[in-house]
């Protein structure tokens, strides 16, 4: 696909901005990433049922924000009228009588396939008019093969509308000394579908047990019982790449995963990384982490134990993912999202 990275004059770029309203977590991540490196003028309008707070790096955009008590009643009654030439949703839906072009972003389907994982709201804004939407969009964005692969099985979208449009990393995560704690680091929202409780009977069995952080948003479905588990809550992007910088382990045990951002940040910050097989975590690691199956709370358990026993081998991993990472950058994503627009758009 033909990369754009002039300005572009003239196209008029609506963003369904629900992911960035409250702290930004993975969608809001990929959004906020990629609207603020699109090139458009006059800048995107980002609009929202709510109030985006935070507004890093996207302060350059407009923002049209009309109050709804629920998000999907917003897309479906007010998006429709916002003025513009192209939609991007990047949730994976659209508004049903939407009329103007535009790109939807896909970044898993465990509302459908794993519903007990999900509260009830997300399971109805999303399985409600994924189809539809399929349909509806004039190009398909995926975070990985594997959801491509998916969209293509389950709702037979067409290989040939489907863009590979990843996650990345910025520069900003970058590796610090070298020198470690005495932890184990988890980073992601606390919900079922992460494999914390995987997480936590492997650290429990342990023999020696460094300290357990766990860092991100309080989701719903897990309750952590162990006094000794340390939880921070969500935290600034500073403070979240000294995390990543110290931890003597970052330990990603998640059910299923689209893409899979947080391994991608602790691998370019030199933690030494275990993670699942999921998402797109194993293509993007290569031999920079240790892989185990979703799941298997004894492959885990003597993953940790055996990173924790070899110095040698988390300093080996320390310096590979930096390296792994810098393949994934934001400003490749943009790039093929700016053309997949324009396309829409009838500008290409």
């Known amino acids: 696909m033909r990369r754009y990275t002039r300005r572009v004059q003239s196209l008029r770029v609506v963003?369904?901005?629900?992911?960035?309203?409250?702290?930004?977590?993975?969608?809001?991540?990929?959004?906020?990433?990629?609207?603020?490196?699109?090139?458009?003028?006059?800048?995107?309008?980002?609009?929202?049922?709510?109030?985006?707070?935070?507004?890093?790096?996207?302060?350059?955009?407009?923002?049209?924000?009309?109050?709804?008590?629920?998000?999907?009643?917003?897309?479906?009654?007010?998006?429709?009228?916002?003025?513009?030439?192209?939609?991007?949703?990047?949730?994976?839906?659209?508004?049903?009588?939407?009329?103007?072009?535009?790109?939807?972003?896909?970044?898993?389907?465990?509302?459908?396939?794993?519903?007990?994982?999900?509260?009830?709201?997300?399971?109805?804004?999303?399985?409600?008019?994924?189809?539809?939407?399929?349909?509806?969009?004039?190009?398909?964005?995926?975070?990985?093969?594997?959801?491509?692969?998916?969209?293509?099985?389950?709702?037979?979208?067409?290989?040939?509308?489907?863009?590979?449009?990843?996650?990345?990393?910025?520069?900003?995560?970058?590796?610090?000394?070298?020198?470690?704690?005495?932890?184990?680091?988890?980073?992601?929202?606390?919900?079922?579908?992460?494999?914390?409780?995987?997480?936590?009977?492997?650290?429990?069995?342990?023999?020696?047990?460094?300290?357990?952080?766990?860092?991100?948003?309080?989701?719903?479905g897990t309750r952590i019982i162990d006094s000794a588990i340390e939880y921070t809550g969500f935290v600034s992007k500073e403070r979240l790449r000294e995390l990543y910088r110290s931890a003597m382990l970052f330990v990603y045990p998640s059910r299923y995963e689209g893409f899979g951002i947080p391994p991608l940040e602790a691998m370019a910050c030199g933690a030494p990384v275990i993670a699942t097989h999921t998402g797109a975590i194993a293509e993007y690691a290569g031999d920079a982490a240790v892989i185990v199956a979703p799941g298997d709370r004894d492959a885990l358990r003597d993953a940790i134990a055996r990173l924790i026993r070899d110095r040698a081998l988390r300093d080996e991993l320390r310096g590979r993912g930096p390296e792994r990472a810098a393949r994934y950058r934001w400003t490749t994503s943009a790039e093929t999202m700016t053309a997949l627009l324009m396309e829409a758009a009838g500008c290409a």
Do not use: Y
Request: net charge negative; proline share 9%.
């Open 15 to 220: 963003v369904d901005g629900r992911p960035l309203v409250g702290n930004r977590t993975g969608i809001g991540v990929h959004t906020a990433e990629i609207v603020r490196r699109l090139p458009f003028s006059p800048p995107p309008c980002i609009a929202s049922h709510a109030w985006i707070e935070n507004r890093d790096g996207i302060e350059h955009c407009r923002f049209e924000v009309d109050p709804f008590p629920w998000g999907v009643l917003w897309q479906q009654i007010a998006m429709p009228a916002i003025d513009g030439d192209v939609v991007w949703g990047p949730h994976g839906t659209l508004p049903v009588t939407l009329r103007k072009p535009a790109i939807v972003t896909l970044h898993d389907f465990t509302s459908i396939t794993m519903p007990g994982r999900h509260e009830l709201k997300t399971i109805l804004s999303f399985n409600l008019f994924i189809a539809r939407s399929l349909e509806k969009a004039h190009r398909i964005a995926a975070v990985s093969r594997a959801i491509a692969e998916e969209a293509i099985r389950g709702f037979a979208v067409p290989a040939a509308k489907i863009e590979i449009v990843p996650n990345g990393v910025d520069e900003f995560f970058s590796p610090g000394d070298g020198s470690e704690d005495d932890f184990i680091l988890f980073v992601g929202t606390l919900e079922p579908r992460k494999g914390l409780e995987d997480l936590i009977a492997a650290w429990s069995s342990l023999e020696s047990r460094p300290r357990l952080v766990l860092c991100g948003d309080p989701g719903w």
